[in-house]
């Protein structure tokens, strides 16, 4: 039996830690260049940023999914007491990602909060934090499997499902032929594997026609792209991962994440 | 050491019965088992530390069983009756085993006594009837007691406790486990004052050390145990492996001699061959069958195999059926393995003392010598073995210390406390603190652990409602839902696995489609398979296994008609070289005198390296730097083991990134350390932009050590098992296995959130104390870092040195970390766009 006396990474933990950078200071300009990847979504346009967010300039759209918010806490009402710090660190992380591309509209693609009880018992500073990050724009709230009743007490609205410029936001993808299907759920990850190495990192998962964002909470896991859940939704000989890299994205064919 | 003086002493202290078991069997009791009994009669703890096949057991157990005799059966509808003795191993299979090797006595004696055993595999409703009705002798384990402590009648149960007979005590204490049980012992002296400790050891470095942990302390005074001390019988009789065959450079398989191994064990009625891995074990295992013309009964046995084979092996060995069994360290403690004659320890043993217990397992009979081959598997190991043979001729001792009791087993233990009954901070402290491992534990750590026990023990206090202990009016702490004392009993124990799948074997049908579950082999570490792909092939279980994919949470394997593995077997040891024996070769690399102990290639190739480079002398460090393709390497030997050198090639890179030699990558072994860079270091060196003697400054384990320690994946590990050991995160259940998504919570996210948050929490802590110690081996960095100072010898050459060889051979086998993560990516994004470039 082969065990390598050191795992290359432990299998179901990613290292994100470049998301819990303290905040940038406001640039000046947006800076939409560079680290970010553009990707061709069923005929448009849309930016990978880093950070874990996509962002469509033609309609002004950013999009983020599974933030997890209030997962500290909704461990700690089950008696694991995990620290109370997740929900302010994807705050801010979602603030810097907000000061980079200033969206006309936000859509956070479900599972919003960690649990159903998580946005009517969030505390108050972080509901402040949100307010003001909305404050200008337009607020989607997509309704998830953590969190099907909605938000309560913070701006935007609630909803199932989102058509925008053709495209189909939910929080579940649906399987089967779906072109434009934007969705979340999944927490794709990718291991990347040369000459007996590898790395693992979240990513976009896309085949061009459908696209599953990785999760942007600073407590979420991440599913490996191998695994069987992703096979209803992309063919692998078109899929490509977009892997987060620490200030940019890595774009690696399916086929050839094993090398 | 004690000596029995005269027969009527043997009369005063075994009962007529016993005595007359002894002479029926023409025994004499031995010395040593009358000194304990005499002290046991005293009301003195004994720390017993003696070879295999001294009578241990028997010794151990005589104040109990004579004590118990002398109480006689307790008439039916007697008051109830707490447990008199406890026997405590840290295996479940040996709990099992001596509850048959007492069982003989106790029926020809025809004593009064009650023998039950209670681990993991007893069932519930035998251990509901122990709790009712207790035997007088409870064969456990450290994870039992800790159970049986936190429930809420562990006063009744344990007030009668006499005794506590600790076997193996020597593999038990210096593990997390021994820090826990060192509580449950503090507890027990509480619950039964009159409570006598009775440790059984292999030799130690340092006994003392023992006699304080079994008994309890006290503010100021260190507290000591009696010690008693058989020397071992005959000397053992330990040759290494001659062979004609080439060894090899480097590499840990051994699979060079097994012609010569498999020579040797004809010669012998039963051979127990020693690995330091599981799959040096399964390699030497496969390669043994290759060339076992004879068809020899040789097994294979080690702790990932299913426990139905694991059993059969035991079984086959206990009858003498087997002529050679291939195993790990899982053999290593007391189990009965019939009459074994030979030893064969492949790879180096990494330590004196282990390789002495380990030699131990021939012969039970302690007055005929032992005999033990040794077979290094590469020329270093040649030097190392050499080193280890010198060592166990002159009875050398070099197990680890007891080490201060961990943070995160304090944690564990103070719920498991409440959930026994409310208690009062100060008592526990006073209770907690009279463990040696905790004799020096702050009462502000003390009650930071609380802290954290109750509500996280995080400064934004935020879980005060989700509390899982609070302090009432009345001043003492209790659980504040029955629920908690629920999760405390699933997630007891301080041995943490990493995720394990079964391996099931399938057939693919004739449509090539996979068939149903066939036989479960064992199980494999998950992300050891999370580097495979469909159609790779490894060696489990003796096989050459064909990967076909994951299913729920097997892995589905089928059986390859190819040799050999596509994965190759390459594991470094477990344990990492002791600093005694890291000091032996170095005293023998310097010395040619010696070198005729060693092999004639191991000889040639020393004498091809004092030609070419320089040997490292016995108090300095070498360091080598030369050009090999376009890179530029430096390779330094210092012989601190293999933590202590990544941990040092993790701080060299950064001080080599600042003084620009643009490094890339580094490897670690046991003996050496490679770095290689862009820059070329000798021309550095020359023109004195680079500072060897600055380089290696002390200075390195200050702020070097603290950023590095920021981003580094190795603390993230220790920070996981801290974590679920303390109780932050729970342990997997059943049920709750991976499905479509991710349900388990990240132990290396909830790191980066508590770093960026709240670095000084006391989990960071008990984290940073831990790795320090354990992991990084910074102590032993440290050390070296001073010992060399004004002591480094630099050698730039043209080419690479023939004692470079072996670890430049490893690079390209060690994982990726830190920096080098992104390059890996860019490397494989790089190809798609030379794709799209066309």
């Given at each position: 039996?082969?065990?390598?006396?050191?795992?290359?990474?432990?299998?179901?933990?990613?290292?994100?830690?470049?998301?819990?950078?303290?905040?940038?200071?406001?640039?000046?300009?947006?800076?939409?260049?560079?680290?970010?990847?553009?990707?061709?979504?069923?005929?448009?346009?849309?930016?990978?940023?880093?950070?874990?967010?996509?962002?469509?300039?033609?309609?002004?759209?950013?999009?983020?999914?599974?933030?997890?918010?209030?997962?500290?806490?909704?461990?700690?009402?089950?008696?694991?007491?995990?620290?109370?710090?997740?929900?302010?660190?994807?705050?801010?992380?979602?603030?810097?990602?907000?000061?980079?591309?200033?969206?006309?509209?936000?859509?956070?693609?479900?599972?919003?909060?960690?649990?159903?009880?998580?946005?009517?018992?969030?505390?108050?500073?972080?509901?402040?934090?949100?307010?003001?990050?909305?404050?200008?724009?337009?607020?989607?709230?997509?309704?998830?499997?953590?969190?099907?009743?909605?938000?309560?007490?913070?701006?935007?609205?609630?909803?199932?499902?989102?058509?925008?410029?053709?495209?189909?936001?939910?929080?579940?993808?649906?399987?089967?032929?779906?072109?434009?299907?934007?969705?979340?759920?999944?927490?794709?990850?990718?291991?990347?594997?040369?000459?007996?190495?590898?790395?693992?990192?979240?990513?976009?998962?896309?085949?061009?026609?459908?696209?599953?964002?990785?999760?942007?909470?600073?407590?979420?896991?991440?599913?490996?792209?191998?695994?069987?859940?992703?096979?209803?939704y992309f063919a692998r000989k078109d899929l490509i991962a977009h892997l987060i890299g620490k200030d940019r994205i890595y774009s690696v064919r399916y086929a050839n994440l094993k090398g | 050491m004690s000596k029995a003086d005269s027969p009527s002493r043997d009369e005063v202290l075994l009962p007529p019965v016993f005595q007359r078991w002894f002479a029926d069997r023409g025994w004499q009791p031995r010395a040593h088992q009358l000194a304990l009994l005499e002290r046991a009669g005293r009301g003195e703890s004994t720390l017993l530390i003696a070879p295999t096949g001294a009578g241990k057991t028997l010794a151990g157990f005589l104040p109990a069983l004579t004590d118990l005799t002398r109480r006689g059966r307790l008439p039916p509808g007697s008051a109830f009756q707490g447990v008199h003795t406890l026997y405590i191993s840290p295996l479940k299979a040996l709990a099992v085993d001596i509850e048959r090797n007492l069982a003989r006595p106790v029926a020809d004696m025809a004593l009064p006594i009650t023998i039950e055993n209670r681990t993991g595999d007893t069932p519930v409703s035998k251990r509901q009837r122990q709790k009712?009705?207790?035997?007088?002798?409870?064969?456990?384990?450290?994870?039992?007691?800790?159970?049986?402590?936190?429930?809420?009648?562990?006063?009744?149960?344990?007030?009668?406790?006499?005794?506590?007979?600790?076997?193996?005590?020597?593999?038990?204490?210096?593990?997390?486990?021994?820090?826990?049980?060192?509580?449950?012992?503090?507890?027990?002296?509480?619950?039964?004052?009159?409570?006598?400790?009775?440790?059984?050891?292999?030799?130690?470095?340092?006994?003392?050390?023992?006699?304080?942990?079994?008994?309890?302390?006290?503010?100021?005074?260190?507290?000591?145990?009696?010690?008693?001390?058989?020397?071992?019988?005959?000397?053992?009789?330990?040759?290494?492996?001659?062979?004609?065959?080439?060894?090899?450079?480097?590499?840990?398989?051994?699979?060079?001699?097994?012609?010569?191994?498999?020579?040797?064990?004809?010669?012998?009625?039963?051979?127990?061959?020693?690995?330091?891995?599981?799959?040096?074990?399964?390699?030497?295992?496969?390669?043994?069958?290759?060339?076992?013309?004879?068809?020899?009964?040789?097994?294979?046995?080690?702790?990932?195999?299913?426990?139905?084979?694991?059993?059969?092996?035991?079984?086959?060995?206990?009858?003498?059926?087997?002529?050679?069994?291939?195993?790990?360290?899982?053999?290593?403690?007391?189990?009965?393995?019939?009459?074994?004659?030979?030893?064969?320890?492949?790879?180096?043993?990494?330590?004196?003392?282990?390789?002495?217990?380990?030699?131990?397992?021939?012969?039970?009979?302690?007055?005929?010598?032992?005999?033990?081959?040794?077979?290094?598997?590469?020329?270093?190991?040649?030097?190392?073995?050499?080193?280890?043979?010198?060592?166990?001729?002159?009875?050398?001792?070099?197990?680890?210390?007891?080490?201060?009791?961990?943070?995160?087993?304090?944690?564990?233990?103070?719920?498991?406390?409440?959930?026994?009954?409310?208690?009062?901070?100060?008592?526990?402290?006073?209770?907690?603190?009279?463990?040696?491992?905790?004799?020096?534990?702050?009462?502000?750590?003390?009650?930071?652990?609380?802290?954290?026990?109750?509500?996280?023990?995080?400064?934004?206090?935020?879980?005060?409602?989700?509390?899982?202990?609070?302090?009432?009016?009345?001043?003492?702490?209790?659980?504040?839902?029955?629920?908690?004392?629920?999760?405390?009993?699933?997630?007891?124990?301080?041995?943490?696995?990493?995720?394990?799948?079964?391996?099931?074997?399938?057939?693919?049908?004739?449509?090539?489609?996979?068939?149903?579950?066939?036989?479960?082999?064992?199980?494999?570490?998950?992300?050891?398979?999370?580097?495979?792909?469909?159609?790779?092939?490894?060696?489990?279980?003796?096989?050459?296994?064909?990967?076909?994919?994951?299913?729920?949470?097997?892995?589905?394997?089928?059986?390859?008609?190819?040799?050999?593995?596509?994965?190759?077997?390459?594991?470094?040891?477990?344990?990492?070289?002791?600093?005694?024996?890291?000091?032996?070769?170095?005293?023998?690399?310097?010395?040619?005198?010696?070198?005729?102990?060693?092999?004639?290639?191991?000889?040639?190739?020393?004498?091809?390296?004092?030609?070419?480079?320089?040997?490292?002398?016995?108090?300095?460090?070498?360091?080598?730097?030369?050009?090999?393709?376009?890179?530029?390497?430096?390779?330094?030997?210092?012989?601190?083991?293999?933590?202590?050198?990544?941990?040092?090639?993790?701080?060299?890179?950064?001080?080599?990134?600042?003084?620009?030699?643009?490094?890339?990558?580094?490897?670690?072994?046991?003996?050496?350390?490679?770095?290689?860079?862009?820059?070329?270091?000798?021309?550095?060196?020359?023109?004195?932009?680079?500072?060897?003697?600055?380089?290696?400054?002390?200075?390195?384990?200050?702020?070097?050590?603290?950023?590095?320690?920021?981003?580094?994946?190795?603390?993230?590990?220790?920070?996981?098992?801290?974590?679920?050991?303390?109780?932050?995160?729970?342990?997997?259940?059943?049920?709750?296995?991976?499905?479509?998504?991710?349900?388990?919570?990240?132990?290396?996210?909830?790191?980066?959130?508590?770093?960026?948050?709240?670095?000084?929490?006391?989990?960071?802590?008990?984290?940073?104390?831990?790795?320090?110690?354990?992991?990084?081996?910074?102590?032993?960095?440290?050390?070296?870092?001073?010992?060399?100072?004004?002591?480094?010898?630099?050698?730039?050459?043209?080419?690479?040195?023939?004692?470079?060889?072996?670890?430049?051979?490893?690079?390209?086998?060690?994982?990726?970390?830190?920096?080098?993560?992104?390059?890996?990516?860019?490397?494989?994004?790089?190809?798609?766009?030379?794709?799209?470039?066309?």
């Open positions: 039996m082969v065990f390598q006396s050191e795992p290359t990474e432990p299998d179901d933990e990613d290292a994100v830690l470049t998301r819990l950078a303290p905040p940038a200071p406001p640039a000046a300009f947006p800076d939409t260049h560079g680290a970010t990847a553009e990707i061709a979504l069923s005929g448009r346009t849309a930016l990978c940023d880093p950070l874990g967010a996509l962002y469509l300039p033609d309609s002004r759209t950013l999009i983020v999914s599974d933030l997890h918010l209030e997962k500290g806490a909704a461990f700690a009402r089950r008696g694991q007491l995990l620290p109370p710090y997740d929900t302010e660190a994807t705050l801010r992380l979602l603030d810097r990602v907000l000061v980079r591309h200033d969206p006309r509209l936000v859509i956070s693609l479900g599972d919003n909060f960690h649990d159903r009880k998580g946005s009517a018992l969030m505390p108050e500073p972080y509901r402040a934090m949100i307010y003001g990050m909305a404050r200008g724009r337009e607020w989607l709230w997509v309704n998830g499997n953590h969190d099907p009743d909605g938000t309560s007490g913070l701006p935007g609205q609630s909803v199932d499902e989102v058509h925008l410029d053709g495209l189909t936001f939910r929080h579940e993808p649906k399987p089967g032929a779906s072109p434009g299907e934007v969705a979340g759920h999944l927490h794709p990850a990718a291991t990347v594997r040369r000459r007996e190495k590898s790395v693992r990192r979240p990513c976009f998962a896309s085949d061009g026609l459908r696209l599953i964002m990785p999760a942007f909470g600073v407590l979420t896991g991440g599913l490996d792209l191998s695994s069987a859940a992703f096979k209803p | 009712l009705k207790p035997p007088d002798i409870l064969l456990t384990t450290p994870e039992q007691v800790a159970l049986l402590l936190a429930s809420k009648d562990a006063d009744r149960f344990f007030r009668d406790l006499r005794y506590v007979v600790l076997d193996e005590l020597h593999s038990l204490v210096t593990s997390k486990r021994g820090h826990l049980l060192s509580l449950g012992l503090a507890r027990l002296r509480t619950l039964a004052p009159a409570m006598q400790t009775i440790g059984l050891s292999a030799t130690v470095a340092d006994p003392a050390e023992l006699c304080r942990w079994l008994v309890g302390q006290a503010p100021g005074e260190a507290r000591q145990a009696g010690l008693v001390t058989v020397d071992g019988g005959a000397r053992p009789i330990i040759t290494i492996l001659g062979t004609e065959e080439r060894v090899p450079w480097s590499g840990h398989s051994a699979r060079y001699a097994m012609r010569d191994v498999y020579a040797v064990l004809k010669d012998f009625r039963t051979t127990l061959i020693f690995v330091n891995t599981r799959s040096q074990a399964e390699l030497i295992f496969q390669e043994l069958w290759t060339v076992n013309d004879d068809s020899l009964p040789i097994a294979l046995h080690h702790g990932s195999l299913d426990v139905s084979q694991r059993r059969k092996v035991e079984a086959a060995m206990a009858e003498n059926r087997l002529r050679a069994v291939v195993a790990t360290s899982t053999l290593d403690l007391g189990i009965d393995w019939g009459d074994v004659d030979l030893v064969i320890h492949v790879g180096a043993p990494k330590g004196a003392s282990r390789l002495a217990q380990r030699i131990g397992r021939a012969n039970h009979r302690m007055d005929e010598p032992s005999r033990a081959i040794l077979v290094p598997a590469n020329r270093f190991e040649v030097m190392e073995c050499q080193a280890a043979l010198d060592a166990n001729y002159v009875g050398a001792q070099d197990t680890p210390p007891v080490g201060e009791g961990a943070l995160d087993v304090l944690a564990q233990h103070v719920l498991g406390m409440a959930c026994a009954a409310p208690f009062d901070a100060d008592l526990l402290y006073a209770e907690v603190t009279s463990a040696a491992p905790y004799a020096r534990l702050e009462r502000h750590h003390f009650d930071r652990i609380v802290d954290f026990v109750a509500t996280g023990g995080y400064a934004l206090r935020a879980y005060e409602r989700y509390a899982r202990i609070r302090r009432n009016k009345d001043g003492l702490w209790r659980i504040s839902h029955p629920d908690v004392a629920q999760q405390y009993r699933l997630n007891i124990g301080t041995i943490i696995e990493s995720p394990m799948l079964n391996v099931r074997m399938v057939k693919r049908n004739a449509r090539g489609s996979l068939g149903r579950g066939g036989a479960s082999l064992g199980k494999v570490e998950e992300y050891f398979l999370e580097s495979l792909v469909q159609g790779d092939t490894f060696l489990f279980s003796g096989k050459v296994l064909r990967f076909e994919g994951i299913r729920e949470n097997e892995c589905l394997v089928s059986q390859a008609y190819h040799l050999d593995p596509k994965i190759p077997a390459y594991a470094g040891g477990k344990f990492p070289l002791s600093t005694y024996l890291a000091e032996g070769v170095r005293a023998m690399l310097s010395d040619p005198a010696r070198w005729s102990a060693l092999h004639e290639q191991v000889r040639d190739w020393l004498s091809l390296q004092k030609e070419k480079s320089v040997l490292p002398g016995r108090a300095d460090l070498l360091i080598e730097t030369f050009p090999r393709g376009n890179r530029h390497f430096m390779v330094l030997y210092p012989f601190e083991g293999r933590l202590a050198h990544q941990t040092l090639g993790m701080l060299l890179t950064r001080r080599l990134e600042r003084a620009g030699a643009k490094p890339l990558g580094f490897v670690a072994t046991d003996y050496a350390l490679a770095v290689w860079g862009l820059e070329d270091m000798s021309a550095m060196v020359r023109g004195r932009k680079l500072n060897l003697a600055a380089l290696m400054e002390e200075d390195m384990l200050g702020d070097d050590l603290e950023s590095w320690l920021a981003e580094s994946f190795m603390l993230k590990r220790t920070f996981r098992n801290c974590a679920v050991i303390a109780g932050l995160i729970e342990r997997r259940h059943p049920g709750k296995e991976k499905s479509g998504r991710q349900v388990t919570v990240s132990a290396d996210l909830i790191y980066d959130v508590l770093r960026a948050h709240e670095p000084d929490h006391i989990l960071l802590e008990a984290t940073r104390r831990d790795a320090a110690a354990g992991l990084l081996d910074i102590g032993r960095l440290g050390d070296m870092l001073k010992r060399i100072k004004g002591h480094i010898t630099h050698r730039a050459l043209d080419q690479i040195s023939p004692l470079a060889v072996p670890i430049m051979l490893e690079i390209g086998r060690e994982p990726v970390a830190g920096e080098a993560q992104d390059a890996l990516l860019a490397e494989a994004a790089d190809d798609l766009i030379a794709e799209a470039m066309g």
